[in-house]
């Protein structure tokens, strides 16, 4: 599999997984967030370009939408990007 590399919008909001409420809690496939947490992350991150980022790591399937809860659910792609040497970044889980 070739290397994804997101952009740094598209980075912020897949870590969000990672690091709820702040806290370097890990992350699971099927793990949820609302998305107003994203649109906090979005109002909290100064100078960066957020418009569009969310449907595009859906349609990398980095994570999906869930319309009935109103947010997203992190996929196996997505935690793959994040924690195995197959994505693009690899955060180590203490």
Do not use: C, N, W
């Not at 960066?48 to 947010?71: K, N, Q, S």
């Amino acid at each position: 599999m070739a290397m994804m590399l997101l952009t740094k919008p598209e980075e912020v909001m897949l870590v969000q997984f990672h690091e709820q409420k702040g806290d370097r809690v890990g992350a699971r496939p099927g793990d949820f967030l609302p998305a107003s947490y994203f649109r906090r992350t979005e109002s909290d991150t100064e100078g960066v370009e957020f418009d569009g980022v969310m449907d595009r790591l859906v349609a990398h399937h980095l994570v999906e939408r869930d319309g009935d809860r109103d947010g997203y659910v992190l996929t196996r792609e997505g935690y793959d990007y994040l924690y195995t040497r197959e994505g693009g970044r690899r955060i180590t889980e203490e």
